[in-house]
């Protein structure tokens, strides 16, 4: 079982950065591919980014791509998202979550889930 708790969100201009951390649980953390997903109000969860256990491979949501990072710390057993250039329709709630498949960007593949953090992008 993984638990998963998100840091980092918060208000920022357009143009501005965050970065989002995913604190897991567990001793098998890098065993597991890691997610993040996001939720605008009135609209359906979506992928943003996902990198695999042991070889760290990426995968983003075209929506992202070139502005978001995702990174991980197995030694820390935690997940980051570096948010770069960001805009108003980034503003959503994020989500981290936890597979044990790879290169999945279907959230009902993840089977552990943080509460989410907030993320607002002011114009």
């Known amino acids: 079982q993984v638990q998963l708790v998100e840091s980092g969100g918060g208000l920022v201009q357009a143009g501005g950065s965050l970065r989002l951390s995913c604190a897991a649980s567990?001793?098998?953390?890098?065993?597991?591919?890691m997610g993040w997903f996001r939720q605008a109000p009135g609209k359906e969860r979506e992928f943003v980014a996902y990198?695999?256990?042991?070889?760290?491979?990426?995968g983003y949501a075209e929506s992202v791509e070139g502005r978001f990072t995702i990174s991980r710390d197995d030694v820390k057993n935690t997940a980051y998202l570096q948010m770069n250039s960001l805009k108003p329709e980034d503003t959503a709630v994020y989500y981290c979550?936890?597979?044990?498949?790879?290169?999945?960007?279907?959230?009902?593949?993840?089977?552990?889930w943080g509460l989410g953090t907030q993320v607002t992008v002011s114009s």
């Open positions: 990198i695999t256990g042991s070889a760290g491979r990426t």
């Open positions: 979550a936890a597979s044990t498949r790879s290169y999945e960007v279907s959230a009902r593949w993840y089977a552990y």
């Open positions: 567990g001793r098998t953390f890098s065993s597991y591919s």
